[in-house]
């Protein structure tokens, strides 16, 4: 069974830093991508970042590029999100989600919150 | 950025058919977008109904199903059920590793 189980969220002061890890487990890591998905609180489910089976290709949606950075350890299989400059809008659920051939999100964490706030 | 949109809400009558779509600020939805559908209720993670535009995820049932309907990508279900109320998101990859969620549509069955 696919399991992906999210840490490191918490409360941070604006401009501050956090860096959430995503530990999966029930899978062959090394052979996905791997996405972070976000949801501020009432609204929408955001794309955020996905990077390649090997880590060697990064992408990131356009407000968070230059303060966090995807990246991903295939031999403790786990998957991270180091977050700089965080933003009050930064505020939201984070998920991890297991990419699967076709573009799409096969599986998902129950997500951690990170809550920007002075 | 790119913008994709969806419905922001859409009521139904249990039993009945409701087909909800997802559109491209940029032209139309192809198979080439990889159109995928998503499920959630308040408070829980979500889960993946449809992918590469009609293909079912695991367990879910038939009465979802994908297509591409016009320039848009659509999501109908058939014989509405009163556990089929939530929001629904689609999801479509718009190129260079990039996916892009639609706004959501909040479905009311009643």
């Known amino acids: 069974e696919v399991q992906l189980v999210e840490s490191g969220g918490g409360l941070v002061q604006p401009g501050g830093s956090l860096r959430l890890s995503c530990a999966a487990s029930g899978l062959t890591f090394s052979t996905y991508w791997m996405t972070w998905v976000r949801q501020a609180p009432g609204k929408r489910l955001e794309w955020v970042a996905n990077i390649r089976e090997d880590g060697s290709d990064k992408y990131y949606v356009d407000s968070v590029k230059g303060r966090f950075t995807i990246s991903r350890d295939n031999a403790k299989n786990s998957l991270y999100l180091q977050m700089n400059s965080l933003r009050v809008e930064d505020t939201a659920v984070y998920y991890c989600?297991?990419?699967?051939?076709?573009?799409?999100?096969?599986?998902w964490g129950q997500g951690t919150l990170v809550t920007v706030s002075s | 950025q790119t913008v994709v949109t969806q419905e922001p809400s859409f009521s139904v009558s249990p039993g009945g058919t409701v087909t909800l779509t997802c559109g491209l600020s940029?032209?139309?939805?192809?198979?080439?977008?990889?159109p995928s559908w998503y499920q959630q209720t308040p408070g829980q993670a979500p889960r993946t109904l449809i992918y590469s535009t009609n293909t079912r995820s695991s367990g879910v049932p038939d009465r979802f199903s994908g297509s591409i309907l016009g320039n848009k990508a659509a999501l109908t279900i058939t014989g509405a059920q009163a556990d089929d109320e939530s929001d629904y998101y689609c999801v479509l990859y718009v190129g260079s590793g990039i996916q892009v969620f639609g706004g959501g549509t909040k479905l009311t069955v009643l």
């Open positions: 989600a297991r990419h699967s051939s076709g573009w799409y999100f096969g599986y």
């Open positions: 940029s032209g139309s939805v192809s198979t080439s977008n990889y």
